[in-house]
Structures are given as structure tokens and as C-alpha cells.
């Protein structure tokens, strides 16, 4: 079974700054990954993902995350945060060549940007 | 291009009354559709998904349960509803391919 553990719950940081929210998964198969951001009281947005290929991959909002097989790691990274990024970040994982079955989130973690 | 519409918004209920959310997606046809819920500090927990017309999965035991009429069409419903099924309660799609999913704007669900 697949699962997904981003390291940190809560991360704040003030504008102007990077930032890097860790997400590990583990599963027996090989997989595509995901990162969604939510913003108060909305539905997930899709920041970027991971099918194949290049393992840095780019996104909306200027995120990025790059795919490390070897630690099992997807970690999301932006070299200068916005005020408007706070928000709260997910990762997710689903399993490679299995149409219909459903991303696996991890608990999710609260990116707090301030001034 | 495709949206997903899911009402109501906002909904508070009483314990033990009925539930029913509907999820509708258009400009596809035979998506694959998912109903997740939202809990405070718990992330996404997947309730139900569903492959086609009349075909559920459901992942949480639980007391609620999901029915697709039609073929962009899923419904989540209890028919009695506890405190503890008070959460944020979101609908997605995904063409059955692996380009990510589509979520609906979410309902939140407070039982009182």
C-alpha cells in the first residue's frame, strides 16, 4: 500500500525568503506524485506533477519539485515566497499504470508567508 | 473545456437527518470520479470512487455512501448523520489517465 508523509506540518516564513515543504512516500510500486495547494475554504488546485521524465519539474507560481527515486522524496521548493503563497500544500502519490485508482494525500502542510 | 460543479457550499444539518451532496462534471464523458473528505489536521481521506455508471468503491467504512445515476453524475448520501461527519467534503475527476485530478470548489459540512 502506498503512503505519503510530508515532514512538516506547519512552516512559516517571512516574504522574500525560500522555502521547501518535504514530502516522502513510500509504495512497492513505481508512481506519479502530485503536489495541489488549497486555499481557505476552496478546492485543490494542481501546483505540478511527476509522470516521467525529467525529475525537476515546474509548476504554477513559480514552484518547482524535483523527483528523488533513491530517497523516495518529492520535496516543493520556491525560491522567493509571496504573501499570497500562504496557503496549505498537499502531496500525493498514485500508482503508475493503475487508471482509476485514487491519489493517496499526506496530511498536508500550512505555508505561512508574512511581511 | 471540462468543470465540476458541487453543491451546496455550505450546509449544517442535525444529527440524524439526511445527507445529500451532488457532484457533476462537464464536457467529458465516462470520468472517474472521487469523494474525499477534509477533517481538521487529517488531510484527505478518500470515501468513495467510482469508474463508470453503477460502479462504487469505497475505501472507509463508514456511514455514509455514494451513488452514480448517470455517467457525470455522483452523489454522496447518508441517511442519518452523526457528529463526527462534519467536515469539508470535496468531489474530483480525472479522465482516467494520470494528468492529475480536478477538484470541485468543496461543501462544508458542520452537524450539529
Known amino acids: 500500500a502506498q503512503s505519503v508523509t510530508q515532514l512538516d506540518s506547519q512552516v512559516p516564513v517571512f516574504e522574500e525568503a525560500p522555502v521547501e515543504l518535504r514530502c516522502n512516500y513510500s509504495s512497492s510500486v513505481s508512481v506519479y506524485l502530485f503536489w495541489y495547494v488549497q486555499y481557505p475554504n476552496q478546492g485543490l488546485q494542481l501546483l505540478l506533477k511527476?509522470?516521467?521524465?525529467?525529475?525537476l519539474v515546474k509548476g504554477i507560481n513559480g514552484f518547482e519539485a524535483e523527483f528523488n527515486k533513491s530517497q523516495t522524496s518529492f520535496h516543493l521548493r520556491k525560491p522567493s515566497v509571496h504573501i499570497s503563497d500562504t496557503a496549505e500544500y498537499f502531496c500525493a502519490v498514485s500508482e503508475r499504470n493503475q487508471a482509476g485508482t485514487a491519489l493517496i494525500f499526506g496530511k498536508g502542510t500550512t505555508l505561512s508567508v508574512s511581511s | 473545456s471540462q468543470t465540476i460543479h458541487q453543491w451546496p457550499a455550505t450546509l449544517v444539518q442535525p444529527v440524524g437527518s439526511p445527507l445529500s451532496l451532488e457532484c457533476t462534471v462537464e464536457?467529458?464523458?465516462?470520468?472517474?470520479l472521487y469523494w474525499y473528505r477534509q477533517a481538521a489536521g487529517r488531510g484527505l481521506q478518500l470515501l468513495f470512487y467510482?469508474?463508470?455508471?453503477?460502479?462504487i468503491s469505497s475505501e472507509v467504512p463508514q456511514n455514509l455512501s455514494a451513488s452514480r445515476p448517470q455517467d457525470r453524475q455522483f452523489i454522496l448520501s447518508s441517511k442519518k448523520l452523526l457528529l463526527s461527519d462534519s467536515g469539508f467534503y470535496l468531489c474530483?475527476?480525472?479522465?482516467?489517465?494520470?494528468?492529475?485530478?480536478?477538484f470541485g470548489s468543496g461543501t462544508r459540512l458542520t452537524v450539529v
Open positions: 511527476y509522470l516521467s521524465g525529467s525529475t
Open positions: 467510482s469508474v463508470g455508471i453503477g460502479q
Open positions: 464536457g467529458t464523458s465516462n470520468p472517474n
Open positions: 474530483a475527476w480525472t479522465p482516467g489517465g494520470f494528468g492529475g485530478y480536478t
